[in-house]
């Protein structure tokens, strides 16, 4: 069986999603794993995914608040 490598980007993007969730987690006191879930239901993870590369270049405190606002405006109460 062959091995395929990832891509640069594809790597980066993981990097930097395992990077951001725990921070967001631990911002608002959460599991990591509560807040994976949490951000997948009000639509942040969605808009994570798709913005990955603007997000990185942001202050970390920023891309929270930014996960957090879209979470809030998709009906999240944290």
Known sequence: MEKKAISK???D???FITYIVPEFAAAYKM????AFF????????SFLN?????????NPFH?????YRI???NGGLR
């Open 9 to 11: 980007a594809t790597s």
């Open 13 to 15: 993007k993981i990097s």
């Open 31 to 34: 599991k990591v794993q509560d």
């Open 38 to 45: 949490y951000l997948k239901k009000y639509g942040a993870w």
């Open 50 to 58: 798709q913005h990955w590369k603007a997000l990185h270049t942001a």
């Open 63 to 67: 891309t929270v608040d930014y996960l």
């Open 71 to 73: 979470c809030y405006q």
